[in-house]
């Protein structure tokens, strides 16, 4: 069953997702040489329990932090620790908030000092393909013309979409029905319905997209070693045109 959320529940929502893309704005400011991904971890913490609201990742089926920090070729479930970042890395921060009721969910790849110029264009390509497969998310439409567009978007820039790691429903609960894969066939899935709040979220890699997690349980890294980015907002389906709830305005 997907969740069709009503207006009390929407204006829920976009609290909590305000409350997370801040956390996600703050914990991008922090991104500098030196700067341990632990200290980020906390800021993102402390800044989020500060609004009254709960990280949604902290425990999540045993997950030791607020915010999964993932450096280079790690895609996803960085966990946050003694690493300091150096010039040069690309970071991936993913944030969650639960809020009255409610869960916000957004990432993005900030980038550490002076970049290489690949890596730049990765986190280019990224973000673009999360607005390619956005401008698929009108009433009527089907959750793979949003797959679908992502992918044909990073392949025709020479990347690839990570395969085993999907987006998802988010609402009363992180991960809700339906999955939104960043791959997939237009006209398939189910069809998108105005009230529902999906994360998208494209993981892309430079090179292969298999990815591999280790011996901690979280951390996944790309196979091959090569870069990866990330880019996340929470979305929701209107009668018009898709509203990013994870943004910053207004508060
Ligand atoms: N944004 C990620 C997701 O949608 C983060 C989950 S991390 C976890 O799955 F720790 F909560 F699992
Ligand atoms: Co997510």
């Not at 085993?164 to 991960?175: A, M, P």
Request: with cysteine.
């Amino acid at each position: 069953m997907i969740a069709i959320k009503n207006e009390h529940e929407l204006e829920l929502m976009r609290q909590a997702c305000k409350i997370t893309a801040a956390a996600r704005a703050l914990a991008g400011e922090m991104v500098r040489p030196g700067v341990s991904t632990k200290a980020i971890d906390q800021a993102v913490h402390d800044f989020i329990v500060s609004q009254g609201a709960k990280p949604s990742f902290l425990n999540y089926s045993g997950y030791p932090a607020s915010a999964c920090i993932s450096v280079n070729s790690t895609v996803i479930h960085g966990i946050p620790g003694h690493y300091t970042l150096k010039e040069g890395d690309i970071v991936s921060v993913d944030v969650g908030a639960y809020y009255k009721g409610f869960h916000g969910d957004c990432a993005a790849t900030f980038a550490c000092g002076a970049i290489s110029t690949e890596a730049q264009k990765l986190i280019d390509v990224t973000k673009q393909s999360f607005f390619e497969g956005i401008a698929q998310a009108t009433k009527g439409k089907r959750v793979q013309d949003i797959s679908h567009a992502i992918q044909t978007y990073v392949e025709s820039n020479g990347f690839s979409v990570v395969r085993s790691f999907v987006g998802h429903g988010v609402g009363r609960q992180l991960h809700e029905e339906p999955e939104v894969p960043n791959y997939g066939n237009p006209g398939r899935g189910p069809r998108l319905i105005p009230g529902m709040t999906i994360a998208v979220e494209p993981m892309v890699n430079v090179g292969t997209y298999d990815v591999r997690v280790l011996k901690d349980g979280w951390t996944t890294v790309t196979a091959d070693g090569k870069l990866s980015a990330h880019y996340e907002n929470t979305v929701l389906i209107t009668d018009g045109e898709p509203e990013i709830l994870t943004v910053t305005e207004g508060l």
